[in-house]
């Protein structure tokens, strides 16, 4: 699991429960059924009104990622991993990293070796990586927006049940009675929505935001590399050139 996510997780939901028992009333006054089904219902209603059905199936594996450490090299590794084949391609050539190239567990970094490993030129290189990193970067800005726009139909149903409580309210105004616990259920949606939007939707939408950068941060130098690997740049260019790439990312 990823603990960051997780912890935040925890902490949050855990302050707000830890509020509530300070409040001395319990959690009985914050439990409203048509509450939870407007924000909730609502919010997953409206989500799948947006998004089209492939999108949709993504959202449980989506929230695996966020919730789960990703085992992936750090930067400075993934470099000088880079360096390593560089050095092994000019001394031995490109067919003797042939089978250490299908040994490796990251799929980007395995299809870009497998092409310099058929020859693939570096004018064609370039691009179509570049092409399979488009396509990557859109997939997960779709997934990274799925949460946001959840996250924010979340307060707008809680705000909406809010104004469907006051109305009610208002109705029964002619029993002063009843007005409390009335405007409790209706600030009770607001607090539904608040909730799913900040910590859920909000927290997983930040953490996707966060490992798509660093996904993308390293198929951008494995980019770079192939493509000077396949243009014979000297090691020491290769190693320069990359370290700079890896300087500006970390600045």
């Known amino acids: 699991m990823d603990k960051s996510t997780v912890g935040g997780l925890a902490g949050g939901w855990g302050?707000?429960?830890l509020a509530i028992l300070l409040g001395g009333v319990g959690f009985g006054p914050y439990i409203d059924i048509p509450s939870l089904i407007?924000?909730?219902?609502?919010?997953?209603?409206?989500?799948?009104?947006?998004?089209?059905?492939?999108?949709?199936?993504?959202?449980?594996?989506?929230?695996?990622?966020?919730?789960?450490?990703?085992?992936?090299?750090?930067?400075?590794?993934?470099?000088e991993k880079m360096i390593f084949y560089a050095t092994e391609v000019k001394k031995h050539g490109v067919m003797h990293i042939?089978?250490?190239?299908?040994?490796?567990?990251n799929d980007f970094f395995k299809e870009a070796f497998q092409?310099?490993?058929?020859?693939?030129?570096?004018?064609?290189?370039?691009?179509?990586?570049?092409?399979?990193?488009?396509?990557?970067e859109k997939r997960h800005n779709?997934?990274?927006?799925?949460?946001?726009?959840?996250?924010g139909t979340a307060g707008s149903m809680g705000m909406i049940g809010t104004l469907i409580g006051l109305v009610a309210m208002l109705a029964n105004l002619s029993d002063?009675?009843?007005v409390g616990p009335a405007m409790a259920v209706a600030l009770i949606t607001t607090l539904y929505g608040a909730l799913i939007g900040t910590l859920f939707a909000g927290l997983v939408e930040s953490k996707l935001s966060q490992k798509h950068k660093k996904e993308v941060d390293a198929y951008e130098i494995i980019i770079k590399g192939t493509m000077m690997i396949a243009e014979e740049e000297s090691i020491g260019n290769i190693k320069m050139q990359l370290n700079s790439i890896l300087v500006d990312i970390e600045e």
Do not use: C, H, W
């Open 15 to 17: 302050l707000i429960a």
């Open 142 to 151: 779709t997934m990274i927006g799925v949460f946001g726009n959840m996250g």
């Open 38 to 79: 407007i924000v909730l219902g609502g919010t997953i209603s409206v989500t799948a009104g947006q998004f089209e059905a492939d999108d949709l199936k993504r959202i449980i594996p989506s929230m695996k990622i966020a919730f789960n450490e990703v085992a992936v090299e750090t930067l400075p590794e993934l470099v």
């Open 98 to 105: 042939e089978q250490k190239v299908l040994e490796e567990k």
């Open 115 to 136: 092409l310099l490993v058929d020859g693939t030129k570096s004018e064609t290189l370039g691009p179509l990586l570049e092409t399979k990193l488009e396509y990557i």
């Open 176 to 178: 002063p009675a009843s």
